[in-house]
């Protein structure tokens, strides 16, 4: 029987580790590329006001 750390490793093995994300208005579908230490919550959609969101 694998390891816990073994098992860990091997289901983190097939995620991209640097894919891009965006910031996404969930009103207008405003899309803005997300800059890492800044949460996209923060961050308001220039065309409609309304708080982004993550998506990856």
Same mark, same amino acid.
């Given at each position: 029987?694998?390891?816990?750390?073994?098992? @860990? !490793?091997? =289901? &983190? #093995? @097939? !995620?991209? =580790? &640097? #894919?891009?994300?965006?910031?996404?208005?969930?009103?207008?579908?405003?899309?803005?590329?997300?800059?890492?230490?800044?949460?996209?919550?923060?961050?308001?959609?220039?065309?409609?006001?309304?708080?982004?969101?993550?998506?990856?």
């Amino acid at each position: 029987m694998p390891r816990r750390n073994q098992k @860990n !490793r091997q =289901k &983190n #093995r @097939n !995620r991209p =580790k &640097n #894919r891009p994300t965006k910031c996404i208005c969930p009103n207008c579908g405003y899309k803005e590329q997300h800059i890492q230490g800044k949460p996209c919550n923060e961050k308001r959609c220039p065309e409609c006001q309304t708080n982004l969101k993550r998506k990856s």
